[in-house]
């Protein structure tokens, strides 16, 4: 049964060291049992201060980058070097400057197209999960729109929001009309853990929906791990129209 924890922050600031830690300790226990541990990364403006701040030299310090494994949790369909490409965001704010084998990168290559990125990528996941008929990663950061979606499961996407059969999947959003590829609802419903970013005052209303129960039909609130925990981090704006908000 999935375990959520709602964890309202003061500011970014605070809401950024507390996923920098996460990030610190599921790698340390992942580590300790198996060796490796893998990640998933999202895109969108709110997890670039957590990047940042995993490079700096204490977070540096304290991570054996050598063993982790960089997934994706979604991507536009335009070349890694675009400033829309989220393989782009986490490379500038973290990636070029940890110790990290390039082998352990496993973007996905939009500038493909989204059929055959998400294909490719299918396959890198199947490869590196290799006994297991749907990825676990160990770690997602995901972020949610005011429409309710995360990664680039839209609201509205029957495909993306319907299927069983596929781990990363096409997807088509009309406004401001883009290609992308998503990892799908199984996969991130099979993390160990799954951690919302969520900040500011137009965020305040889908957060009180979802974390309230009000909708539940929209694609992040149908993210509850099935054997692990979802944590939501929100800083205060975001969760002004929570009932019992307590800050921490
Ligand atoms: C992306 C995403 C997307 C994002 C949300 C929230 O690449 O855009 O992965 O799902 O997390 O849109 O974005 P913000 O953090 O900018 O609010």
């Not at 998400?118 to 729109?145: T, W």
């Not at 997807?171 to 991130?188: D, F």
């Amino acid at each position: 049964m999935t375990t959520r924890r709602i964890e309202v922050v003061k500011s970014i600031e605070d809401l950024s060291l507390k996923a920098a830690e996460l990030f610190v300790s599921e790698a340390a226990a992942a580590i300790a049992v198996r060796g490796i541990f893998s990640v998933a990364l999202s895109g969108g403006s709110t997890p670039a201060p957590v990047y940042s701040l995993l490079s700096n030299d204490e977070y540096r310090s304290r991570i054996s980058w050598d063993r982790i494994h960089f997934f994706w949790a979604d991507e536009r369909c335009v070349p890694q070097d675009h400033t829309d490409s989220n393989y782009k965001l986490a490379s500038d704010l973290l990636l070029s400057k940890i110790p990290v084998p390039k082998a352990n990168i496993h973007r996905i290559q939009g500038e493909l197209g989204p059929d055959r990125a998400a294909n490719i990528y299918e396959n890198a996941l199947r490869f590196f999960f290799q006994d297991m008929p749907v990825p676990s990663l160990d770690l997602i950061f995901l972020g949610v729109g005011t429409d309710g979606h995360t990664a680039s499961i839209f609201p509205n996407e029957a495909k993306a929001n319907n299927t069983t059969t596929r781990t990363a999947i096409p997807v088509y959003v009309e406004t401001p009309g883009i290609h992308r590829v998503s990892l799908t609802l199984p996969v991130l419903n099979n993390a160990g853990t799954v951690v919302f970013l969520v900040t500011g005052k137009t965020k305040a209303r889908i957060v009180r929906d979802i974390l309230e129960g009000i909708n539940s039909g929209f694609p992040a609130a149908r993210v509850n791990p099935d054997r692990g925990q979802a944590i939501w981090l929100i800083d205060h704006e975001a969760a002004k129209l929570l009932n019992h908000r307590k800050m921490i």
